[in-house]
């Protein structure tokens, strides 16, 4: 039994819901018909005045749905089946004799906010664990209990449109301001003013008019959304903003507009049938699958400490220093400080220092470009970044990492140095996008200690960090930089110690190819467009202008080195870079030309380069439909992928496609490289390589591992179970 029902003297019956052995409370199958029962009863009978939903929970009034039982629908029949439960049951709420209340101490989401839309009324929490909204479409869905219906009649059409198309949640504040929910309750005496709110609502019988008033609409909303013509524009609206956030690939928040354009004159009857109608199509994509699978793979990774023994306890770390003030170190300063975390910015000369502080600063301008802080805040923030030029202070550190220029001998010189300096506990890390952590730490007094800790570019928006473990490192080691990566906002995944580790070993094939193609006879914006068409959110050579043709030709290099033939960096990537000096953004053009006040433009003296490259080389020139520009791209990553499995860089397929989805932004619509493979079927991709290996050269050769699953019929994502 999930729910408690109790009634007391005055007719007030309270449903405690309190999910059994879960932390969050969800409206599974089974908890529903318990729900249903309950509200049989309580119809029944006629001594009740008010039944109130309250949740056992400390920081979840209803998480939802059961997205587990989402996830296993099949067929849109089944979805229509599911979901119109859980939809009548709620609608049953909105039925009853007597009014009812929602009383939200705690996150209320999808499912639990739609129940909370069927009560007569709602009260929140000001506890800012307390928010409310519906993120269906986030997991490739609509609302399918009647939020679609339910919320623009409470709300307003433009709000209700915002939330739901958002997938955005909103805390107590905005939620009494747009009127979705009736009062704020103060959680420090939540008890006393929740009886309090219910001692006068059934006291007071002017109380229920004036909370009913309160919700009318504006005059604004009445003059825009009470008229087709206004409606239309707002619907137009929608459709044109959705349009530019998802460039089409997101089918849900175009279902969910297109479902309450349908029902906005439909009686409420009608409108939660086309409701079902339209969760039922979406439910069963490939898309909503691949979302909800990102779910539970993000809900693991929270988990995550890093290593397999359970009694080691990570460090604590509040005190930290980066060494090297560059794009990197002054991003990872700004992190420590973003999260009250003191930190030491060192480098050789103050210049230097000046420019990681500017990087610093640069982040919080844009955060206060997006009100996400205030200037006063800025400055306190900033006070957490200590400026220097030499060791000073570092005996107190529990961590140095150090994001010098990427060259073996020069990171090592520094983390000597850095480790005679600090207490014998402290963490040496490195944020090097390539080298061997192991070698790093070859000539270090205590390699148990280092680590690498690869932060992404730009450090404010990319979320992933890998942690790179050397032969060495201990498991203390491990799980105190990944408590830390949590603690700076992060998301660590651990990987092994080889060439590029995970990220960029798959990334760079897929850049080298796109230059292959390209000197065989491809058109630069014609093969980035098309791989932004299939997802990407840059091109491979919008993305290289991004990173720095230098960077990514350096990176390259060593990929080559360690892999050999199959990582061979094109030669005319090399042309570009060694022979041509073109560096990308940061110089002003690359493949692209990159003016300061107008956005870039094809570079078009790459078109001479090409034609005297592909004559010097005797390049006999192709043409490549998109499916081929598509197949060598990302089968390349797919591939060099599964032998990262295969080698046991990363153990987990499921993290493996979260580290490239948050690394290099692989569509998430598509769930990952695994995913892609495993929807594409392993016996056609191994199939593709196979040709594409005929063709082009043995690179495209499939890894092992594939073969293998190909024959036996296996997947990647296989048996995946879910808590
Ligand atoms: N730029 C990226 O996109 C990116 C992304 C991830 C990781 N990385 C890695 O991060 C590291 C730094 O990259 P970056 O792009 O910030 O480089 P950068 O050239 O912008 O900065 C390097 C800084 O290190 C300083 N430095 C050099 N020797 C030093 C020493 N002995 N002591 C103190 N400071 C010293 C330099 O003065 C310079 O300020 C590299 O290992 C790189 O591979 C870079």
Redesign the pocket.
């Known amino acids: 039994m999930n729910f408690d029902l109790s009634i007391n003297n005055s007719g007030v019956a309270t449903l405690l819901f309190d999910f059994k052995n879960e932390k969050v409370n969800k409206l599974d199958g089974n908890t529903l018909l318990e729900l249903k029962d309950h509200l049989a009863t309580l119809s029944r009978d006629n001594s009740i005045k008010l039944l109130v939903f309250k949740s056992a929970k400390a920081a979840v009034f209803i998480a939802g749905a059961d997205i587990n039982e989402i996830k296993d629908i099949r067929s849109k029949e089944e979805a229509y089946q599911k979901a119109g439960i859980g939809q009548k049951i709620l609608h049953q709420i909105s039925q009853l004799p007597f009014p009812s209340l929602a009383v939200i101490n705690g996150a209320c989401v999808g499912g639990g906010c739609e129940l909370a839309l069927a009560c007569t009324y709602r009260i929140i929490s000001d506890d800012k664990k307390a928010v409310i909204g519906l993120p269906e479409v986030s997991l490739g869905i609509i609302p399918g209990f009647g939020g679609c219906v339910r919320l623009p009649k409470l709300i307003g059409l433009q709000a209700a449109l915002q939330m739901i198309l958002s997938a955005k949640v909103v805390v107590a504040k905005k939620a009494l301001r747009l009127k979705l929910v009736d009062a704020i309750y103060n959680h420090t005496l939540a008890e006393q003013s929740v009886n309090d709110f219910i001692a006068q609502l059934l006291a007071d019988k002017t109380l229920p008019k004036k909370l009913l008033k309160q919700r009318n609409k504006t005059l604004s909303q009445k003059l825009l959304e009470d008229n087709p013509l206004g409606r239309k524009l707002i619907f137009k609206k929608a459709f044109q903003n959705l349009q530019q956030k998802t460039k089409g690939f997101y089918p849900a928040p175009f279902k969910a507009l297109q479902v309450i354009e349908t029902i906005v004159d439909l009686s409420i009857e009608d409108a939660l049938e086309e409701e079902l109608h339209g969760f039922s199509e979406v439910a069963v994509t490939d898309i909503s699958k691949n979302l909800i699978q990102l779910f539970f793979t993000n809900e693991a990774l929270k988990k995550e400490s890093g290593i397999s023994d359970t009694t080691i306890t990570p460090q604590q770390i509040n005190n930290g220093a980066v ?9 990872i300063a700004w992190l420590f400080s973003n999260n009250n975390k003191n930190v030491r910015l ?4 103050w210049d ?1 220092v000046a ?2 502080y500017q990087t610093a600063n640069l982040y919080y301008q844009q955060m206060n470009k997006r009100r996400k802080i205030k200037p006063n805040q800025i400055r306190y923030q900033m006070n957490h970044i200590a400026g220097t030029v030499n060791y000073n202070g570092f005996k107190q550190l529990d961590i140095a990492i ?5 060259n073996m001998d ?2 090592k ?2 983390l000597a ?1 850095a480790e005679s300096q600090l207490p014998k506990n402290a963490i040496l890390a ?6 061997s952590i192991t070698e790093m730490a070859s000539d270090l007094k205590r390699p148990e200690n280092m680590i690498g800790m ?4 730009p450090v404010n928006r990319m979320p992933l960090v890998e942690i790179i473990p050397g032969k060495q490192t201990s498991p203390q080691t491990i799980a105190s930089t990944v408590k830390l990566a949590k603690q700076l906002g992060k998301t660590p995944i651990v990987v092994g110690d080889c060439a590029g580790f995970l990220v960029n070993r798959i990334l760079i094939p897929m850049l080298n190819e796109a230059a292959l193609i390209l000197q065989e006879g491809g058109n630069v914006t014609e093969i980035d467009h098309c791989l932004e068409a299939f997802g990407l959110p840059m091109g491979p050579f919008v993305l290289a202008d991004e ?2 043709i230098d ?1 990514g030709f350096h ?1 390259a290099s060593i990929l080559e080195q360690a892999y050999g033939e199959r990582m061979q960096v094109a030669g005319l990537f090399k042309h570009i870079y060694v022979e041509e000096k073109l560096l990308g953004k940061k110089s002003g053009a690359g493949f692209y030309k990159h003016p300061i006040k107008s956005p870039r433009r094809y570079n078009k003296n790459i078109d001479t380069i090409l034609t005297f490259y592909r004559a010097e080389h005797h390049i006999k020139l192709n043409t490549f439909d998109n499916e081929l520009m598509i197949d060598r791209c990302i089968l390349i990553m797919v591939n060099e992928a599964i032998r990262c499995l295969e080698e046991g860089v990363i153990e987990n397929p499921a993290y493996l496609d979260m580290a490239m989805l948050m690394g290099t932004g692989f569509p998430a619509f598509r769930g990952g490289l695994l995913k892609y493979a495993d929807n594409q079927g392993l016996q056609t991709v191994c199939d593709k390589l196979m040709q594409l290996s005929d063709q082009y050269g043995s690179r495209f050769a499939p890894a092992a591992l594939l073969i293998e699953k190909a024959k036996n019929g296996q997947t990647f994502y296989e048996g995946e179970k879910h808590e």
């Open positions: 060494i090297g003030a560059g794009v990197m170190g002054g991003g060192k480098d050789i000369q230097a420019k990681g150090e994001a010098v220029v990427e020069i990171k010189s520094v140095e490195s944020n090097t996008s390539s080298l690869h932060f992404f570019n990173v720095g960077i990176v």
